[in-house]
């Protein structure tokens, strides 16, 4: 059996102290969640403080990507030790943002995630297509592309420590959402990519969320999906009361 794993993307909100402030309100909300990793990515500056604010709960901290080198000439970036030095333990690398944005490849997404193994850090790696891309009917070519180049060079070991959240762009803070079958069917895929990477047992263990307007609403019916094992939740992961939601999706 998969653990489901829930994760908040704060992505770029929040100062230090809206992060406690939020923290602090989410803490009783989910103190009695252990069938459920709750964890929250949140912005460098925040890292160290929410590390604190968790403290006495299950929550788990992340941050939102992470440098592929060790140390050196890499100006703007963050290496896996100073993240690990602050209280990270979970990082997402790959989000579509950041493909978007700033010219993240698949190639930059591999180098990161190995460096995240490499440094005990668990990494969230995220994979999805454009809306482009989904009426075009390249989905699954488009995931191929993004799964083989995100994991090149991985062993069976490697990638069992891995989570994969499967985030269609097109559901990303639009308040559409993917329907359960929809993010079920190719979270079925995903693992299938995997088998032929892997091995079918290996693709069995693997976690995959869904991401993508995940919300209070939604929540328990995109999880009771067979492949669907948890959710990368943005809005919704900064009300306190929304996220613990999503976390107690099953009641
Ligand atoms: P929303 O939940 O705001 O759609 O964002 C999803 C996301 O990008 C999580 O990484």
């Known amino acids: 059996m998969r653990k489901p794993i829930i994760a908040g993307n704060w992505k770029m909100n929040n100062t230090q102290a809206e992060a406690v402030e939020l923290i602090n309100a989410l803490k009783p909300l989910v103190a009695d969640v252990t069938k459920t990793d709750v964890v929250v990515c949140v912005p460098y500056t925040c890292i160290e403080k929410v590390k604190k604010a968790v403290r006495g709960s299950k929550i788990k901290v992340g941050a939102e990507n992470v440098a592929w080198a060790d140390k050196g000439a890499f100006t703007g970036e963050i290496s896996a030790n100073m993240l690990k ?3 990270a333990e979970y990082v997402i690398i790959g989000h579509s ?18 460096q995240a193994l490499k440094n005990d850090l668990k990494p969230i790696v995220c994979v999805g297509e454009t809306l482009d891309e989904r009426e075009g009917g390249i989905t699954n070519k488009v995931l191929d592309t993004q799964l083989y180049g995100a994991f090149e060079g991985f062993t069976q070991d490697d990638i069992k420590k891995v989570v994969i959240a499967y985030e269609p762009v097109w559901a990303i803070g639009t308040g559409k959402t993917a329907t359960s079958e929809q993010a079920n069917d190719t979270i079925k895929y995903i693992r299938k990519v995997l088998a032929k990477m892997f091995t079918r047992p290996v693709a069995n263990k693997v976690r995959i969320q869904y991401g ?40």
């Open 212 to 251: 993508g307007s995940m919300n209070p609403k939604n929540a328990s019916e995109l999880m009771a999906m067979s492949d669907i094992d948890g959710g990368l939740i943005g809005g919704a992961s900064l009300k306190a009361e929304d996220f613990s939601k999503v976390v107690k999706f099953n009641g």
């Open 97 to 114: 943002e950041r493909r978007q944005y700033f010219g993240e490849t698949d190639k930059t997404v591999n180098m990161r995630t190995v």
């Open 85 to 87: 030095e602050v209280g």
